[in-house]
């Protein structure tokens, strides 16, 4: 199996033989400790992917840790420490100003302050790209005249040296322009260049110097931008060149309402989403998610896919390219894994063996293919996909063939309940796409559904009828592991057919209220949202990403799956945890974080190595406020429905910047549960 970014800690990053696991598409070294990242959850990360800054809260970069300016995964400026008058500024505020800009606040007394009242005040802001702004500015009574020092350094490391703790050397600096340049060994180099130039520059010490002079209420500015650039024979060009890719692909959605939280999440995860599109470097046409930042910048994943389905209230087209992404691995030729998408193995808890990601995105590429034309994705693009998801679907034939069920990682299993989920959803939701675009095999799929569905339910049923879930996983000699977690809300996650109508589920109406009476029990409802793994299960640990953690992604299903089923009351309290929890990160959800239980007066825990911002976090807050309106688009069919939650969680809210079957589309809930279309694409009808 190809091998993705590596993940957080306790992740394995994939089979032990092959090549080195790679971090933000690069190679980690071999012998680096690669379960333990360097802790990111005290940073301010600013992010325009391919380039992100790692930012303490004091705004000085410092050259410890993962501090620093990147940009495709190479830290351009690891070091870079303001002095005025020989002093670093007191640090008093750092925030991000947008997802791609942070600000830092600072002060100063200067000589001849009279009592504790700092004199000056310095604002730094710092861009995605390093791109600073330094603001002196005098509250002073009189004239002053301060000198300015500016220490910069670099190491010119990847992204896997730094992680692994092994970053090397500050290179040495040499005057360039009107700033410093440091070259390595191989050719790569970078400059940083100061506006106004330096009154001084010091190559041995890295050094730029200017001396101001602050009138009483008057200020002085430095802008630093930073240039990477690439050796060939001795001529330099700049790197990357495919540029940003647009925010076009994910529409400007707008909540507004009771509760103005909901506003801030939403306006926050869409900055989020747009922050981590990056282009396929080889069809720069294409673009998709990063999975998340600073670690998880690499090649497409399952998690983007996951994350672009979320979001198809955003628009198609960001499903498309991410699509066109993962198609491009598709395994083809002869052999039982002709079809299947490649994809790396990701821990799976304390519990059972590591589960395939590559599993996971074959069984989703159809279903999420065929979800997307309902909100309707155009005819070329659906043609163009039609073929891979066709291949998905054979693989899911001959998987499932062989005993009903879908096998995970390998042949010889485990079953787990989450996989037969993805292919249960997969199975009907491909048929009705097969149907629909007048392909064969849609019978064959939905008895394969059939199949799956009655072994699921004779093989998975819970030890305890009254209470208990289905078990978590199956071996073929009949072993099963009763471990209750988060999973267990992809049973009810069964997408979306023709005419606003879900799918049939894999569970039956009373195993779906076990499964909804367990999400909704303090031993998975931690307060602030979903537990990967119950709190009172052996091996629970709520740091543990897979075993006890809280997972945005995992959450934001549930309450969504809850809604549609009826079991609101639950919905409603995994969302409003999870909006606690977004206040807390400033709207800035991590892709997971501490379980422990919500107490009086405390906060969410952060997780150390988290990715924040991450696509499935920004784009799971977009599912749960969406399923708040219950959409649920037909574009072929012409008709759009809502089915919004009548408990109101959130209070009257009014959802717009929407897009169904490409064009805008808003709905308004009020406070007694009733919706209304305000605005819809001209010709699409209201159903039920």
């Given amino acids: 199996m190809a091998l993705h970014p590596v993940p957080p800690p306790g992740h394995p990053a994939g089979p032990p033989a092959g090549p080195s696991p790679t971090l933000a598409g690069l190679t980690l070294p071999r012998g680096g400790r690669t379960g333990e990242l360097p802790p990111v959850h005290d940073t301010l990360l600013c992010v325009a992917l391919p380039a992100f800054t790692v930012n303490a809260p004091h705004g000085q970069l410092t050259g410890q840790g993962p501090e620093g300016v990147y940009r495709e995964g190479r830290r351009l400026v690891s070091r870079s420490v303001l002095r005025v008058a020989g002093r670093e500024p007191l640090a008093l505020q750092g925030r991000l100003a947008g997802a791609d800009r942070a600000v830092f606040l ?35 009574p009189r004239t002053c005249r301060l000198p300015v020092d500016l220490t910069l350094g670099t190491d010119l490391a990847d992204l896997g040296a730094v992680a692994s703790g092994r970053p090397g050397p500050e290179l040495r600096a040499s005057v360039h322009g009107t700033g410093l340049r440091w070259t390595d060994d191989g050719g790569r180099s970078v400059a940083v260049a100061a506006d106004p130039p330096p009154m001084d520059a010091l190559a041995v010490t890295g050094v730029l110097r200017w001396e101001c002079e602050l009138a009483p209420g008057s200020s002085f500015t430095i802008v630093l931008r930073v240039r990477a650039e690439r050796g060939s024979g001795g001529a ?55 999975a998340g930042a600073p670690w998880r910048c690499g090649p497409v994943t399952a998690e983007a896919l996951w994350a672009a389905r979320m979001v198809l209230p955003l628009g198609t087209r960001l499903v498309a390219g991410t699509l066109r992404a993962l198609a491009r691995g598709q395994l083809t030729g002869a052999g039982p894994d002709t079809g299947r998408i490649p994809g790396p193995l990701r821990d799976a808890g304390p519990h059972l063996p590591p589960r395939c990601t590559g599993i996971e995105a074959t069984l989703g590429f159809p279903a999420v293919l065929a979800e997307a034309r309902r909100w309707g994705l155009p005819a070329a693009d659906l043609e163009e996909l039609l073929p891979v998801a066709e291949r998905c679907l054979g693989w899911l034939r001959r998987a499932a063939a062989a005993g009903g069920l879908v096998p995970d990682p390998g042949p010889g299993g485990p079953w787990r309940a989450e996989t037969q989920a993805h292919a249960h959803r997969a199975a009907l939701l491909g048929a009705d796409l097969l149907d629909a675009c007048g392909s064969p095999g849609g019978d064959d799929l939905r008895d394969t559904a059939e199949a799956l569905r009655e072994r699921f339910r004779r093989e998975f049923r819970p030890d305890d009828p009254a209470g208990g879930g ?66 009172k299960e052996p091996g629970h640990n709520p740091l543990g990403h897979r075993a006890g953690a809280v997972r945005v992604h995992d959450t934001a299903v549930a309450v969504a799956g809850l809604a549609a089923t009826g079991h609101e009351k639950e919905a409603a309290s995994l969302l409003r945890g999870l909006l606690d929890a977004a206040d807390s990160f400033g709207y800035r959800l991590p892709e997971m974080y501490a379980g422990h239980r919500r107490a009086a007066g405390a906060r969410p825990v952060p997780h150390p190595a988290a990715c924040r911002p991450a696509a499935v976090a920004a784009a799971g807050a977009v599912h749960a406020l969406t399923a708040l309106a219950g959409i649920r688009p037909d574009a072929p069919g012409g008709t759009v429905s809502v089915h919004p939650q009548a408990s109101v969680p959130l209070g009257a809210i009014r959802l717009s910047g929407l897009v169904v079957a490409g064009r805008p589309f808003a709905v308004r809930v009020g406070r007694l549960g009733l919706g209304v279309v305000e605005e819809a694409a001209e010709g699409l009808q209201l159903g039920v």
């Fill in 106 to 140: 600072g002060a100063l007394r200067v000589p001849g302050d009279p009592g504790p009242d700092p004199g000056l005040l310095v604002e730094r802001t710092r861009d995605a790209d390093g791109t600073e702004r330094i603001v002196l500015r005098s509250t002073a």
């Fill in 236 to 290: 330099t060009t700049p790197t990357g060149g495919t540029g940003r890719p647009g925010g076009h692909l994910l529409a400007e959605a707008v909540a507004e309402g009771d509760d103005p939280r909901a506003g801030e999440l939403l306006r926050t995860s869409v900055g989020d989403l747009r922050a981590l599109l990056q282009r396929d470097p080889a069809h720069p046409a294409d673009v998709h998610l990063a």
């Fill in 470 to 535: 289905p078990a978590a996983a199956r071996t073929p000699d009949g072993r099963t592991w009763p471990h209750t977690g988060g999973w267990a809300a992809h049973l009810l996650d069964t997408g979306l057919l023709g005419g606003g109508r879900y799918a049939p589920g894999l569970l039956d109406k009373a195993a779906t209220e076990q499964v909804a009476r367990l999400l909704g029990s303090p031993a998975l409802d931690s307060g602030w949202g979903l537990r990967s793994l119950g709190d």
